[in-house]
């Protein structure tokens, strides 16, 4: 955010607007642009999707998406009435449930690529 002045105060000097005035129909694209990003990506857990819109608020652009953020801009929840508590007890019960389910998971990776090698003495024989 850069002020009239010309002067770069970072983001904590940019006005928020919470929620965005913007109409449903907006929010709801947004909002199934970023829940399929967010599957796209194999997200887990928690992150921030940032969208920007069109001044005349006809097209929306994807900006970034910040799978580790460094904050996790609360107020951004508050519309969702949902308490901090809550969220952080519903990220653990996540990562406890990917946990479970991934522990007895083997991965196997079959591959020839050595054996061309053991013409030049490069592969052991056991």
Do not use: H
């Not at 796209?40 to 998406?65: T, V």
């Not at 996790?72 to 308490?83: D, E, I, N, T």
């Not at 090698?117 to 056991?126: C, L």
């Amino acid at each position: 955010y850069i002020s009239e002045e010309g002067v770069s105060k970072g983001m904590a000097s940019a006005k928020r607007l919470v929620p965005a005035p913007i109409d449903r129909e907006t929010e709801r694209k947004i909002s199934e642009y970023a829940e399929s990003f967010f599957r796209e990506i194999g997200g887990q857990g928690i992150a921030r999707i940032d969208f920007l819109l069109s001044k005349d608020k006809q097209r929306i652009y994807f900006n970034e998406i910040n799978t580790i953020p460094g904050s996790l801009a609360f107020y951004l929840w508050k519309k969702k009435k949902v308490s901090f508590s809550k969220l952080v007890d519903r990220l653990i019960e996540l990562g406890f449930e990917r946990y479970n389910s991934r522990k007895n998971i083997t991965n196997v990776f079959e591959s020839n690529v050595l054996s061309g090698f053991e013409k030049v003495g490069g592969v052991k024989k056991i």
